[in-house]
């Protein structure tokens, strides 16, 4: 199946890392102004979607979806709900995690929402990558010498971290705790991650 991706309008310096990360069947949605982005990335859409009060309306042959700018969903939101009903399975978002730190947190929703519709989802940003860990394990690697784990909602229950400098058995993780920032894969080593009950931001980290 192909993959989604979803272009957002925050900040992006990593151009070569991002890009690399694209396939050549990649399916992109660009948000507004996340379309700047797609020059330096060396693609053109297959869709636009966006209300354009960030970036001028492309006169694009592309399939272009113009939402009023007084509405329940944000652009990002939209792009994949819009997606899901086309039938997509596997997401990366770019360009959606930065300054703003409201439309951040907002970006962080749509990530739940695409796990909650059984999609395979991930952010990607400069630093590192964002997904939502449950009881299907999840693994770090030593590729990335950081990485976290971050209740965003309810309690995570029967947490396991195995393979890390700091491991945890049985653990429990409710919001409001630092527990489960910063740790390690053990060199040489895998980290492997499961959540038994609830879910956790798993957030690896590439560079400081």
Same mark, same amino acid.
């Given at each position: 199946?192909?993959?989604?991706?979803?272009?957002?309008?925050?900040?992006?310096?990593?151009?070569?890392?991002?890009?690399?990360?694209?396939?050549?069947?990649?399916?992109?949605?660009?948000?507004?102004?996340?379309?700047?982005?797609?020059?330096?990335?060396?693609? @053109?859409?297959?869709?636009?979607?966006?209300?354009?009060?960030?970036?001028?309306?492309?006169?694009?042959? $592309?399939?272009?979806?113009?939402?009023?700018?007084?509405?329940?969903?944000?652009?990002?939101?939209?792009?994949?709900?819009?997606?899901?009903?086309?039938?997509?399975?596997?997401?990366?978002?770019?360009?959606?995690?930065?300054?703003?730190?409201?439309?951040?947190?907002?970006?962080?929703?749509?990530?739940?929402?695409?796990?909650?519709?059984?999609?395979?989802?991930?952010?990607?940003?400069?630093?590192?990558?964002?997904?939502?860990?449950?009881?299907?394990?999840? @693994?770090?690697?030593?590729?990335?010498?950081?990485?976290?784990?971050?209740?965003?909602?309810?309690?995570?229950?029967?947490?396991?971290? @195995?393979?890390?400098?700091?491991?945890?058995?049985?653990?429990?993780?409710?919001?409001? $705790?630092?527990?489960?920032?910063?740790?390690?894969?053990?060199?040489?080593? @895998?980290?492997?991650?499961?959540?038994?009950?609830?879910?956790?931001?798993?957030?690896?980290?590439?560079?400081?």
């Amino acid at each position: 199946m192909r993959r989604c991706v979803i272009v957002g309008g925050a900040p992006i310096t990593a151009i070569n890392l991002i890009a690399g990360e694209l396939r050549d069947d990649d399916y992109l949605i660009a948000c507004d102004c996340g379309l700047r982005h797609l020059e330096a990335l060396g693609r @053109t859409p297959d869709l636009v979607v966006g209300d354009f009060d960030s970036h001028e309306k492309p006169q694009l042959s $592309t399939e272009t979806i113009v939402l009023p700018r007084e509405k329940d969903d944000t652009d990002t939101c939209y792009a994949a709900k819009e997606a899901l009903r086309r039938g997509f399975g596997s997401f990366l978002l770019l360009g959606a995690v930065g300054a703003r730190l409201d439309h951040s947190l907002g970006n962080l929703g749509v990530l739940q929402l695409l796990h909650d519709a059984g999609a395979a989802a991930k952010i990607l940003d400069d630093y590192g990558e964002m997904e939502l860990v449950d009881d299907r394990e999840k @693994t770090v690697t030593s590729d990335y010498p950081f990485f976290s784990l971050l209740n965003i909602s309810g309690t995570a229950r029967h947490v396991t971290v @195995t393979g890390a400098k700091y491991p945890l058995a049985d653990a429990e993780i409710p919001c409001g $705790t630092s527990l489960g920032v910063s740790n390690e894969p053990l060199p040489g080593q @895998t980290a492997h991650i499961r959540v038994g009950e609830g879910r956790l931001l798993l957030v690896r980290i590439r560079k400081e």
